[in-house]
């Protein structure tokens, strides 16, 4: 037969183990958002940089051709 304290250990045991693999899931979908964010803000940067640079080119060659 199971004492009143183990039960009461059991059940603290039980809501630490949960309460610690709920955490870790929710870190894990934070991670996974952080890092879709930070990529998608590196692609607009990186498209931002490209358009920049394909308009210097068009306007050096608009003044060559001048």
């Known amino acids: 037969m199971v004492g009143e ?3 009461k250990k059991d ?3 039980e809501l ?3 309460a610690a693999e709920r955490v ?5 979908i934070i991670t996974g958002a ?3 964010v930070a990529r998608e803000i ?5 498209d931002a940089i490209e358009m920049r ?3 210097r080119r068009a306007k050096s060659d608009d ?4």
């Open 5 to 7: 304290f183990e039960r």
């Open 34 to 36: 952080v890092v879709g």
């Open 42 to 46: 590196g692609d607009g940067i990186t």
């Open 11 to 13: 059940t603290v045991q």
């Open 53 to 55: 640079e394909a308009a």
């Open 24 to 28: 870790g899931n929710i870190a894990k």
């Open 63 to 66: 003044e060559e051709r001048e």
């Open 16 to 18: 630490t183990e949960s």
